[in-house]
C-alpha cells in the first residue's frame, strides 16, 4: 500500500509560477515511476509529466519547456515546478505512482490549480 498527500495548487496569474509536491508513504521501495496527471472536469485524465527511478522524465508536449519534474533523493517525493503558466492549464492535478510486484496505481486527492488571466 502506498499513501499520497499532494500539496502546492492555488490560483495564480498567467506568466506566473506554482511548485506541486507529492510525498509518498507506505511501500515506497516498490516505486517504479512517479508523475502527474490533470483533469478538467468532463475530460479525461491526461498525463503531465512523469519520472522513473533513474531520473528519466516523460512530459506532455503542452507543458515542454514550461514544467519540470523532479524527485527527492530518497525518491519518496514528486515534484512539479510550473512556470509561464497558462489559462489552459487550469485543471485538477492529480500524482500518480506506479509500484511493482504486481504493478499497481496509486493516485493522490487532486489538487485543483487555477491560472487567472
Known amino acids: 500500500q502506498v499513501q499520497l498527500v499532494e500539496y502546492g495548487g492555488g490560483v495564480v496569474q498567467a506568466g506566473g509560477s506554482l511548485r506541486l509536491s507529492c510525498a509518498a508513504s507506505?511501500?515506497?521501495?516498490?516505486?517504479?515511476?512517479m508523475g502527474w496527471y490533470r483533469q478538467a472536469a468532463g475530460k479525461e485524465r491526461e498525463l503531465v509529466a512523469t519520472?522513473?527511478?533513474?531520473?528519466?522524465?516523460n512530459y506532455a508536449g503542452s507543458v515542454k519547456g514550461r514544467f519540470t519534474i523532479s524527485i527527492n533523493n530518497a525518491k519518496t517525493t514528486v515534484y512539479l515546478q510550473m512556470n509561464s503558466l497558462k489559462r489552459g492549464d487550469t485543471d485538477v492535478y492529480y500524482c500518480?505512482?506506479?509500484?511493482?510486484?504486481?504493478?499497481?496505481?496509486?493516485w493522490g486527492q487532486g489538487t485543483q490549480v487555477t491560472v487567472s488571466s
Open positions: 500518480n505512482v506506479l509500484i511493482s510486484g504486481p504493478f499497481r496505481n496509486y
Open positions: 507506505g511501500t515506497t521501495s516498490n516505486i517504479v515511476t
Open positions: 519520472i522513473n527511478k533513474g531520473g528519466i522524465t
